[in-house]
């Protein structure tokens, strides 16, 4: 019903993000970052987050969600390495972990687009749909014309009956993209 993609949604609506992440990983590997550094061997948040993207690209989840933690570890903000830490928990099916790893982002940045996305497919898929609906309307005021967010709030207002309601956002949503209809 809702509009997911089971292999990478958090990269989904934004595959800039993939191509970050591997060009922050070569700029790492190049200059010697996860290895031993000139002072000693400490590692940088950015070279675990860099490998934890590594790992999450090839859908190795749980070995992602440890070198994401390393990068939390040494920067409690990094909203990145929480949102691809959540997307590694959705991935598993830990979804309670994944809404903690998104309301985080959220806490950070009250305007991440995707953590507000990620987290109103989680509630939805758990049946919450009034709160999805509340994450699809964080996503729409902060981008109107994101058609899946449209698309998902008029699903969770047509399981909950409210059909005029949802006839309206299918009607964005197509007006937007008409292949999502």
Same mark, same amino acid.
């Given at each position: 019903m809702f509009i997911y993609d089971e292999s990478n949604n958090y990269s989904m609506k934004n595959?800039?993000?993939?191509? !970050? !992440?591997?060009? !922050?990983l070569a700029i790492v590997l190049?200059?010697? %970052?996860?290895? =031993? @550094? +000139?002072?000693?061997? =400490? #590692?940088?948040?950015? @070279?675990?987050?860099a490998a934890g993207g590594l790992l999450f690209n090839q859908q190795k989840y749980k070995?992602?969600?440890?070198?994401?933690? =390393?990068a939390i570890e040494i920067n409690p903000n990094? #909203?990145?390495?929480?949102?691809? #830490?959540? !997307? %590694?928990?959705? +991935? /598993?099916?830990?979804?309670s972990q994944a809404l903690v %790893?998104?309301? #985080?982002?959220? =806490?950070?940045?009250?305007?991440?687009? /995707?953590?507000?996305y990620n987290k109103g497919i989680i509630l939805g898929g758990q049946g919450r749909y009034e709160e999805a609906i509340t994450c699809f309307d964080k996503v729409i005021a902060i981008d109107p014309k994101d058609a899946e967010a449209w698309y998902n709030k008029a699903v969770a207002l047509e399981l909950l009956g409210r059909t005029a309601e949802a006839q309206v956002c299918y009607n964005e949503a197509k007006r937007l993209n008409p292949s999502l209809t």
């Open positions: 595959n800039y993000r993939i191509f !970050v !992440v591997l060009t !922050v190049s200059a010697g %970052c996860l290895g =031993s @550094s +000139q002072t000693g061997t =400490s #590692k940088t948040a950015e @070279s675990y987050y070995e992602a969600i440890t070198m994401f933690d =390393s990094f #909203k990145e390495a929480w949102g691809y #830490k959540g !997307v %590694c928990h959705d +991935q /598993l099916g830990e979804y %790893c998104y309301d #985080k982002v959220i =806490s950070i940045d009250p305007n991440d687009l /995707l953590a507000w």
